[in-house]
């Protein structure tokens, strides 16, 4: 990435450019990324930042730690994270797949832009009752949290793996809900001249506060069809009606 920004010029430009988000603390993966057992410790964090900026070579503009670890009091995990802004190496922190209890008293310890990176998407993820505990989704009741709270949502797997533009053919994803939703969905696309995948982005962009769709894709129709979320405008009622339960 680090070279990528450069070989497109982007390094030296203003930070509404080009802003760089890196993670740490992530828990052990066996072979694949062997990690010590508290993977939240306050000197592992600091290791793992300079680490990034050692590949990168470029500004950290956010960094974010990839998972909980509930033995880690939250307090300590505020002062390791307050230090490593404070000595330079981030402008903005935050916390990625954290319940909202721990991330309300980190807002309460830490000042400044707190972002909050959980899973979100209309589609209802079936990890939120899923075996892995570090892993989890934003509701409804999040959103509204956040924005009374001044925390930044940021959501990956924004477009469900592709859920509504698929027109349910995702396992992953697949439940009598979200074939609820995207019914819905797929009724207001034609409304609207849509597509259903915009319209379940343009739910997102709905909600209140700052909630900010991650997109990844390495197809540029893909890409185009996403950002074309940004034109549409739901009103409360249309938002509100997507968030359809199965009985």
């Given at each position: 990435?680090?070279?990528a920004l450069?070989d497109?010029g982007l390094?030296?430009?203003?930070?509404?450019?080009?802003?760089?988000?890196?993670?740490g603390?992530h828990?052990?993966?066996?072979?694949?990324?062997?990690?010590?057992?508290?993977?939240?410790?306050?000197?592992l964090l600091?290791?793992?930042l300079l680490?990034?900026?050692d590949?990168?070579?470029?500004?950290v503009d956010?960094?974010?730690?990839h998972?909980?670890d509930p033995?880690?009091?939250?307090?300590?995990?505020?002062?390791?994270l307050g230090r490593?802004?404070?000595?330079?190496?981030?402008?903005?922190l935050?916390v990625?797949?954290?319940p909202r209890?721990?991330?309300?008293?980190l807002?309460q310890?830490l000042?400044?832009?707190?972002v909050?990176?959980n899973q979100g998407?209309l589609?209802?993820s079936?990890q939120?009752e899923?075996?892995d505990?570090t892993?989890?989704?934003?509701?409804?009741?999040?959103?509204?949290?956040?924005?009374?709270h001044?925390?930044?949502?940021?959501?990956y797997?924004a477009?469900a793996?592709?859920?509504f533009a698929?027109?349910?053919?995702?396992?992953?994803?697949?439940?009598a809900t979200?074939?609820a939703?995207l019914a819905v969905?797929?009724?207001?696309?034609r409304?609207?001249?849509?597509?259903?995948n915009?319209?379940?982005l343009?739910?997102?962009?709905?909600?209140?506060g700052?909630?900010?769709p991650?997109?990844g894709?390495?197809?540029?129709?893909?890409?185009?069809d996403?950002?074309?979320a940004?034109?549409?405008?739901?009103?409360?009622d249309?938002?509100?009606?997507?968030?359809?339960f199965?009985p």
């Amino acid at each position: 990435l680090g070279q990528a920004l450069r070989d497109l010029g982007l390094h030296d430009l203003a930070l509404s450019e080009a802003r760089v988000t890196t993670k740490g603390g992530h828990p052990d993966a066996g072979d694949l990324y062997p990690r010590p057992e508290r993977y939240l410790a306050p000197e592992l964090l600091m290791t793992d930042l300079l680490e990034s900026h050692d590949r990168l070579r470029h500004r950290v503009d956010t960094f974010l730690l990839h998972r909980d670890d509930p033995r880690e009091p939250v307090a300590d995990i505020a002062d390791a994270l307050g230090r490593l802004r404070d000595h330079g190496m981030t402008r903005a922190l935050g916390v990625s797949n954290w319940p909202r209890a721990r991330v309300a008293e980190l807002r309460q310890l830490l000042v400044g832009e707190l972002v909050w990176q959980n899973q979100g998407s209309l589609a209802v993820s079936t990890q939120r009752e899923g075996p892995d505990p570090t892993t989890r989704a934003f509701t409804v009741d999040d959103f509204a949290w956040a924005a009374d709270h001044g925390v930044i949502c940021t959501c990956y797997s924004a477009t469900a793996n592709g859920y509504f533009a698929r027109d349910g053919q995702v396992p992953s994803f697949d439940s009598a809900t979200n074939r609820a939703r995207l019914a819905v969905a797929a009724e207001l696309a034609r409304a609207k001249g849509a597509s259903a995948n915009q319209i379940a982005l343009a739910w997102l962009l709905a909600q209140p506060g700052d909630v900010r769709p991650i997109l990844g894709t390495t197809n540029v129709a893909h890409l185009e069809d996403a950002m074309g979320a940004q034109a549409i405008e739901l009103t409360a009622d249309e938002r509100d009606a997507l968030t359809v339960f199965a009985p």
